[in-house]
Structure formats: C-alpha cells, structure tokens
C-alpha cells in the first residue's frame, strides 16, 4: 500500500496510511474483527481531523479492505463516501466462496473492487455474480495476470509498474466520479484512506 499511497500523493490525492495492532506488533495471527473495527473507525476520524473539507474514503489491501467494508456495514464511516479494495479477499486460495462477502449488502456506499486475474483469494466465477447482485454500488476493475500483490508475469507482456499505474488511475478516476456524484462539481483535491 506504500506505493499506491506514494502514486496517489503525486496525482494529487492525500492518503492516511495506518497499521492494525497486531501489525505494529508484528504479530502473525491478525487482530479480531471488533479490534480491527476499532482501528478503521480511528484512522476515518483521524483523517477526517487532518484532511477537513476534503472527499472522504475509505478502504485497504486484502485484510484492510474486508475489516473497513464490516466496520462500514455494522456502522457508517463519518463522512465515507466510498470504500476501495485493493484486492479484496473473498475466500482463503483453494477454498472457493463468497461468505465472506454477505455484509457487502448492508454497505450504502460505493465500492470498488481492484482484482487481478490471477488473484488466489477472488474466484473470478464467484466475485462476477457477487458484484452483480450489488449492483451499482460495485464497480469492478480488472488486472490481467495479476496476483493478489498484482505482480505479473514477464510472460503476460506488462510489468509490475504498468500495473501499479493502471491500479492509480482506476482509483483516481473512481474516486473524482463519487465526488462528482456526491457533490455535482468537480473538486478541488481528494483524500483517501488505506491500510498498508
């Protein structure tokens, strides 16, 4: 998440990078939902504080992605207009299915989902039908050959940078769309909200 907050930060969209607990601990096993819950609505408050009069969102790699989307489904993020997931993890790799997706439905706001093709943890099958029954708060955009780290393969043609450029501007222009959305004017400058 280093370098999509470093990528971001030079289209001009602020972020607020945070760590879970058990990851400034360096603990192995990850922190329970209700603590993980706790330190997504910290970072949004936090943000928030820093970054007043700015868009607002909201979201994180893997792990980050899914404790931001149930923090946001059991209780609205303040002033959250829409949750990235940069590879969001659907399932443990080999252990096809989309439970861990149920409270996608309880989140008002959009979302959107950056998936390589190649990512272990989003069966492509089950992630397309899932994104579908959401509906219009889900946006989906695709990595060919990408992993869930979005490395590619020297085969597939493109390089890993390529990729993080295409992830940059799949946010960005996600993101100035809500805006626009949200306030009916294009705006001035963007915050975002990841976990590393």
Do not use: C
């Amino acid at each position: 998440m280093a370098a999509v907050a470093h990528g971001l930060a030079e289209r001009g969209i602020a972020t607020l990078r945070y760590q879970f607990p058990y990851m400034e601990h360096r603990l192995k096993r990850p922190d329970g939902p209700e603590v993980a819950h706790r330190s997504v609505r910290a970072a949004v408050a936090e943000a928030a504080l820093r970054l007043t009069g700015l868009p607002l969102f909201a979201g994180g790699k893997s792990f980050g992605g899914r404790m931001t989307s149930q923090a946001q489904a059991l209780l609205a993020l303040p002033g959250v207009l829409g949750l990235a997931f940069v590879g969001f993890p659907l399932h443990p790799p080999g252990k096809p299915s989309d439970e861990r997706a149920r409270h996608l439905f309880e989140v008002d706001q959009p979302m959107l989902f950056l998936q390589g093709t190649r990512d272990e943890f989003a069966a492509l099958d089950l992630l397309h039908p899932l994104l579908l029954r959401l509906g219009e708060r889900a946006t989906l955009a695709l990595f060919d050959d990408a992993d869930h780290s979005f490395h590619v393969r020297a085969r597939s043609g493109s390089t890993d940078a390529k990729t993080l450029q295409a992830v940059l501007s799949a946010i960005e222009g996600w993101m100035r769309t809500q805006v626009a959305n949200a306030a009916g004017a294009r705006p001035r400058g963007i915050s975002g909200l990841n976990q590393p």
